[in-house]
T-cell receptor, first 117, second 116 residues
Framework: NAGVMQNPRHLVRRRGQEARLRCSPM?????VYWYRQLPEEGLKFMVY????????ESGMPKERFSAEFPKEGPSILRIQQVVRGDSAAYFC???????????????FGNGTRLTVT | AQTVTQSQPEMSVQEAETVTLSCTYD???????LFWYKQPPSRQMILVIR??????QNATENRFSVNFQKAAKSFSLKISDSQLGDAAMYFC?????????????FGQGTRLTINP
């Protein structure tokens, strides 16, 4: 049973380019979360999605960042016109339930390290 | 708003010894979960142990155990018989449901070094 798959593992972009980060949740999981980790810090919540719906994007920067989780295919975190401050590790997590399963842990992927030069 | 504080940026312990990592949190809720995650250099986030707030009994997973003090809002992790493979960043996390979204709030992390 494959875990949460994220790709690419490393991504280098120049300032002004676009970054696309992909996440395939664990089989059977329909809830996806994106977190960002700055160097030497803990993970910070960005967005929570279910299939074809953004449920909570309160942690997403208002501009340049967007996320989707289509009916088919992986979840995508898209960062337009990247700046140096976007350099971080971006983690995806998935779970089977969101509200009723407080005991259901999030399963994390290995993250994508984005470097903006 | 919920906050999680890990006051020890770094800790070190001799192999085979016991070490305790501290974590405090702030919340007004009564129903929540607490977690410890381990992040080795590979960057993978590995769930170490979890505690349900309404359970008074401290959780235990092999060499890992917690000291959960709900009134004090304290959730420390004890690692017994430390092994070289335990070296990693350790993150304490609080989880609750906000507007239908399961949210984890992480502490700043503690870097644990194991001395052979």
């Amino acid at each position: 049973n494959a875990g949460v798959m994220q790709n690419p593992r490393h991504l280098v972009r120049r300032r002004g380019q676009e970054a696309r980060l992909r996440c395939s949740p664990m089989k059977g999981h329909s809830h996806v979360y994106w977190y960002r980790q700055l160097p030497e810090e803990g993970l910070k919540f960005m967005v929570y999605l279910q299939k074809e719906n953004i449920i909570d994007e309160s942690g997403m920067p208002k501009e340049r960042f967007s996320a989707e989780f289509p009916k088919e295919g992986p979840s995508i975190l898209r960062i337009q016109q990247v700046v140096r401050g976007d350099s971080a590790a971006y983690f995806c997590a998935s779970s089977t339930t969101h509200g009723t399963g407080l005991g259901s842990p999030l399963h994390f992927g290995n993250g994508t390290r984005l470097t903006v030069t | 708003a919920q906050t999680v504080t890990q006051s020890q940026p770094e800790m070190s312990v001799q192999e085979a010894e016991t070490v305790t990592l501290s974590c405090t949190y702030d919340t007004s809720e009564s129903d929540y979960y607490l977690f410890w995650y381990k992040q080795p250099p590979s960057r993978q986030m590995i769930l170490v142990i979890r505690q349900e707030a309404y359970k008074q009994q401290n959780a235990t997973e092999n060499r890992f155990s917690v000291n959960f003090q709900k009134a004090a809002k304290s959730f420390s992790l004890k690692i017994s018989d430390s092994q070289l493979g335990d070296a990693a960043m350790y993150f304490c996390a609080y989880r609750t449901i906000i507007q239908g979204a399961q949210k984890l709030v992480f502490g700043q992390g503690t870097r644990l070094t194991i001395n052979p």
